[in-house]
């Protein structure tokens, strides 16, 4: 569980203040561009200084922590292309974590992954998303993770987010990803959270994903 109490963070020309955050399952954090989403995540995990405020997991406080030593994964905005093959990057991280890299395989399907070279933009998502998971975090952080990608790539990488028993904070802009993934949203404007809501609309989400997929895969012959 992630706990974010009384925070206070100025950087970027923006002022964040979040009285309040409570992540157990999977919660969007939506907003307009500039609304603060980026910023406060990276305080969240320690990248920008917080001027007040506590960041706690599971009970433990982590505020004074650097951000290599809290028990949080956080995958960039940025798009992260690292010089390896699928299976050289896996076992890597999990020699320098200490984890073992076949139940992030397991559990996110990445065996047909493996001996690849070239990857597809979700592909190559989920294998950063599989990097971030070798750390061993107790909750995990995702700051537009689908942004790049086209759709059919997009369902296999939310597919797989769904699959996942960690607590998720998950920025996006786009609603129907938040109601397909996440049990609870949270808007940001202008530096301030509201909500959070519970998500009354993942039946519908599902439905009109799996039907814009059913286009692709009609017209195009794309499978996911």
């Known amino acids: 569980m992630l706990e974010v109490s009384d925070f206070l963070v100025r950087a970027y020309g923006i002022e964040i203040r979040v009285d309040e955050l409570v992540v157990r399952g999977k919660t969007a954090l939506l907003g307009r561009n500039g609304s603060g989403k980026t910023t406060f995540v990276k305080a969240v995990v320690g990248i920008l200084r917080n001027e007040r405020g506590r960041v706690l997991v599971d009970g433990v406080d982590v505020t004074d922590l650097p951000t290599e030593r809290r028990p949080i994964a956080y995958l960039p905005q940025e798009r ?3 010089p390896f093959r699928p299976a050289e990057q896996l076992r890597y ?4 974590h200490g984890t073992d890299f076949r139940w992030v395989v397991e559990n996110l399907g990445l065996d047909g992954l493996l001996a690849k070279s070239g990857l597809s933009g979700g592909e190559r998502q989920l294998l950063n998303i599989a990097t971030a998971l070798l750390k061993g975090p107790k909750v995990l952080i995702l700051d537009e993770p689908t942004q790049a990608l086209d759709f059919p790539n997009k369902v296999m990488v939310l597919r ?7 607590p998720t904070v998950f920025v996006t802009h786009d609603p129907l990803e938040a109601y397909y993934l996440c049990d609870e949203l949270v808007v940001m404007e202008s530096g301030r959270i509201k909500g959070p809501v ?3 609309m993942r039946e519908w989400a599902e439905e009109a ?5 059913k286009l692709y895969t009609d017209m195009i012959g794309v499978e996911v």
């Open 93 to 96: 991280f999990a020699r320098l």
């Open 209 to 213: 994903l799996e039907n814009t997929l």
């Open 160 to 166: 797989t987010l769904r699959r996942l028993d960690v």
């Open 198 to 200: 519970r998500n009354e």
């Open 80 to 82: 992260v292309v690292l």
